[in-house]
C-alpha cells in the first residue's frame, strides 16, 4: 500500500499573456493548453490541468493539482469554474506589464469565493532590467496590501519561466503552502463538482473535477445532478494513477458506467446516493464591489458557483436596491439547478457590459417557502452570525412540532450524520431531541406538541380519544406524535387503555396495567422502525423489571406485534418489516451486498446482519456469496 499523500489543488489567476501556463509547465513539465486552439493562438481558452508530486521538508508528501485558469476577459466564465474548487492560488503578474485590468477582476474574484491563501509571482523577469522588476515589485506590494496575498510568509517570487530563475524557491514555496493548507471537510457529504467530461477509448465516459469534500470509492454507486441519473464509479484516477480511494482535495479523473459522455456536462455534481440534491433557489449574504452599479429587486445577473453557471434573479430582502461596497440579504431564483450547500461562495456578474459585479456565500438552500419576507430575513441575519452548532439548532428549530428527518438536515447542511450528531452535541444538548426514526426536533418543538396532545384531550368530556382521531387531530407527524405520547404516558399525565387515550385524573375507566404497558412498548419499537431498541433499553427507559419485561415481550411475540432477529434480546415491529418488504418489491431481480443494504436503510452493521438473515429465513432474498438476491 502506498503512504498517505495529501492531496491539494491550486489554482492560477492573472491577465492574460502574464505567463500562466508557461510557469505551470516550469514547475511541472505539463504543458496545459491542450486546445488546438490555444496552440494556435497561444493563449489559454479553457481550463487545464497538470499536477506536481513532493515531499515537504517535515517528509509530508504533496500531490499538487495545479488549474491553469484562462486570464482573457472573454473566457472568464471558464476561469471562474477553474476557481469555484481550488484551495489556494497562484496569482501571476508579468514583469513587463505589471497590473492589468484581468489581475485586478481575478483577485476580486478569489476574494469573493473566499480563496484565503496564495502566493503572488512576478513573472518573465529575464525579459526586463533589474530596474523594472523594483517598480513592478513595488506596484505589487501597494496592489496587494490589506488582501490574503499580503503575507510576510509568502513574499512576492521573481521567476522566469524562460531561464528557470527562481523557480525551485517557488516549488518549495507551494508545496510549503499545501501542507499548511487543512482542506479535507471530513464532516462534509461528497461533492465531485465537474469541469470536463469526455470518453476515453476502452473504458467510455470519464469525467474530471475536484473532490472538494468527503470522500469516493471505486465501485461506489453515485447520483449525477442536476437529474438525479445514477451512475457507478468504474474507477478513479489521480495524476494518472489508480486509486481505490480519494479524499477531499484530489484532482479526480472518475470512470463513471450507465451514462454515456453526452449526458454530462460542465457544471453537474457527482454526490453519493440520497444525500445532495440540485436546488434553484437558494437565500444568501452577497456583497457588492466598489466599481458595480446599484444592483436593483428583480435585477438578472450571471451567477457562478463551483463549476456551474446560469442566470438568476435577485430578491432583496430589506430595500428596493443593494449599493456598491455593501452587503445584503437576498434570495437567488436560478435559472438551472446547481448543488448547493450553506456556506459555498459565489460571484455575480452583470451581462452588459460583462463585468463581475459582487458574490457571495449561500447561507440557506433550501430557503422556506410562503412566508413573511420580515420574518425570513430575521432568521436568516440570526443565521449569519451562528456558530455551526447554533446552525443546525435554527434549521431544527424552524420546522417546529413537524420536525426535520436526519437526511433532510443532511442535504440542508452537506454534513454526514456522523457530522451532525457531533457538531450538533445531541447527546449534551439541551435544544435537540433525536426521535426513533431519525428525526430531528427542538426541545421546545416537543413541549408544544404535548401542549397540543393534552388540549385535545381536555376539550373532550370524556378525557379520552381513540389512538387515531387524537393523531389526526394533533396534525403532528407519526414519529412525532408517537414519541410524545410515550414521554406523556411515562410522566403519567394520560394513560393507555387498548387503542384509547384518556387524561389522567380524567375519569375515564383506568387501564390494566400490563395492557397499558404493552402499548407503550409497542409503541416504543414501532417508532424506533428498523434500528430497535434492546429489550434491556427499553426496560431501563421504562423502569421495567427484566423479569416482566420478557414477560412483556413474550405477549407482544405471541401475538406477532414484535418479531424475534435471532436474538433474544433484539426484536423489531411488525410495521417495520412490512415497509422494508414493500420498499425491496422495486429490486425484484436484482441483487445487492451489505454495503449497499446499509446505505439504503441507513442502518449499523448490528442491525443489518439480523435483518438480512431474517429476510433470507422469510424467503424475500437469498444469500449467493457475499450478495442477496432479492426474490
Excluded at 89 to 97: D, F, T
Excluded at 575 to 585: E, K, M, P, T
Aim: with cysteine; charged share 25%.
Amino acid at each position: 500500500m502506498r503512504p498517505a499523500i495529501k492531496s491539494v489543488v491550486i489554482g492560477t489567476a492573472g491577465h492574460i499573456d502574464h505567463g500562466k501556463t508557461a510557469l505551470i509547465r516550469a514547475l511541472t513539465g505539463t504543458d496545459t493548453d491542450r486546445l488546438p486552439e490555444e496552440k494556435r493562438r497561444g493563449m489559454t481558452i479553457d481550463l487545464g490541468f497538470a499536477f506536481l508530486d513532493a515531499s515537504a521538508t517535515d517528509g509530508t508528501r504533496v500531490r499538487i493539482g495545479f488549474v491553469d485558469v484562462p486570464g482573457h476577459g472573454l473566457f472568464i466564465r471558464n476561469m471562474l469554474s477553474g476557481t469555484g474548487s481550488v484551495g489556494a492560488v497562484l496569482l501571476v503578474i508579468s514583469a513587463q506589464e505589471g497590473i492589468k485590468p484581468q489581475t485586478v477582476e481575478h483577485l476580486a474574484i478569489c476574494n469573493l469565493l473566499s480563496v484565503a491563501r496564495g502566493i503572488a509571482v512576478i513573472t518573465k523577469i529575464d525579459a526586463v532590467s533589474a530596474t523594472r522588476l523594483q517598480e513592478v515589485r513595488l506596484e505589487v506590494e501597494h496592489f496587494l496590501r490589506g488582501t490574503f496575498l499580503s503575507d510576510e510568509r509568502r513574499p512576492i517570487l521573481p521567476v522566469s519561466a524562460k531561464t528557470g530563475e527562481g523557480i525551485e524557491e517557488l516549488r518549495r514555496g507551494i508545496v510549503a503552502l499545501a501542507v499548511d493548507l487543512n482542506l479535507t471537510y471530513p464532516d462534509h457529504l461528497a461533492r465531485l463538482p465537474i469541469d470536463r467530461a469526455f470518453v476515453v477509448k476502452g473504458f467510455g465516459t470519464v469525467v474530471t473535477g475536484t473532490l472538494i469534500s468527503g470522500t469516493l470509492l471505486a465501485g461506489q454507486s453515485l447520483v449525477l445532478e442536476p437529474g438525479g441519473r445514477p451512475v457507478r464509479l468504474r474507477g478513479m484516477q489521480t495524476n494518472g494513477q489508480a486509486e481505490e480511494e480519494v479524499i477531499a482535495g484530489s484532482r479526480v479523473a472518475a470512470n463513471l458506467a450507465d451514462v454515456e459522455v453526452s449526458e454530462v456536462s460542465r457544471g453537474q455534481t457527482l454526490v453519493a446516493a440520497d444525500t445532495l440534491s440540485a436546488v434553484s433557489v437558494i437565500d444568501a449574504e452577497v456583497t457588492l464591489l466598489d466599481s458595480a452599479a446599484p444592483l436593483k429587486h428583480r435585477a438578472r445577473v450571471y451567477f457562478h458557483a463551483l463549476t456551474s453557471s446560469t442566470l438568476a434573479s435577485v430578491s432583496i430582502y430589506d430595500n428596493a436596491a443593494a449599493d456598491p461596497a455593501t452587503t445584503a440579504l437576498m434570495r437567488l431564483t436560478l435559472q438551472s439547478p446547481v448543488v448547493l450547500i450553506p456556506g459555498d461562495h459565489f460571484v455575480l456578474r452583470q451581462a452588459s457590459p460583462p463585468a463581475t459585479i459582487g458574490g457571495g456565500r449561500v447561507l440557506d438552500a433550501y430557503p422556506s417557502q410562503n412566508l413573511r419576507k420580515a420574518n425570513v430575513a430575521a432568521w436568516l441575519r440570526s443565521l449569519q452570525v451562528a456558530s455551526a452548532k447554533e446552525q443546525i439548532d435554527l434549521r431544527i428549530e424552524r420546522r417546529g412540532t413537524q420536525g426535520l428527518p436526519t437526511t433532510r438536515l443532511m442535504a440542508e447542511t452537506g454534513l454526514t450524520r456522523d457530522g451532525l450528531l457531533r457538531i450538533s452535541g445531541l447527546t449534551s444538548s439541551e435544544r435537540l431531541l433525536l426521535l426513533p426514526g431519525n428525526l430531528f426536533l427542538a426541545q421546545q418543538a416537543a413541549e408544544e406538541a404535548s401542549a397540543i396532545l393534552t388540549a385535545r384531550l381536555k376539550q373532550e368530556k370524556s378525557g379520552s380519544l381513540s389512538r387515531s382521531e387524537l393523531k389526526g387531530q394533533s396534525a403532528l407527524g407519526a414519529e412525532v406524535f408517537d414519541y410524545v405520547l410515550v414521554q406523556l404516558v411515562r410522566s403519567g399525565k394520560v394513560a393507555l387503555h387498548g387503542d384509547l387515550v384518556f387524561l389522567s385524573g380524567s375519569g375515564a375507566i383506568a387501564p390494566d396495567a400490563d395492557t397499558a404497558l404493552l402499548s407503550t412498548i409497542a409503541s416504543l419499537y414501532k417508532v424506533a422502525g428498523l434500528a430497535a431498541p434492546l429489550t434491556s433499553e427499553v426496560a431501563a427507559r421504562l423502569d421495567i423489571k427484566e423479569t416482566d419485561m420478557r414477560r412483556l415481550t413474550t405477549a407482544l411475540l405471541r401475538e406477532k406485534v414484535l418479531v424475534r432477529m435471532g436474538s433474544e434480546t433484539l426484536l423489531v415491529h411488525r410495521d417495520a418489516l412490512n415497509d422494508l418488504r414493500i420498499s425491496l418489491v422495486e429490486m425484484r431481480g436484482h441483487s445487492f451486498d451489505i454495503a449497499t443494504f446499509k446505505q439504503r436503510t441507513g442502518l449499523s452493521r448490528k442491525y443489518a446482519i439480523p435483518l438480512l438473515e431474517y429476510l433470507d429465513r422469510e424467503r424475500i432474498t437469498r444469500k449467493t456469496g457475499d450478495k442477496r438476491l432479492v426474490l
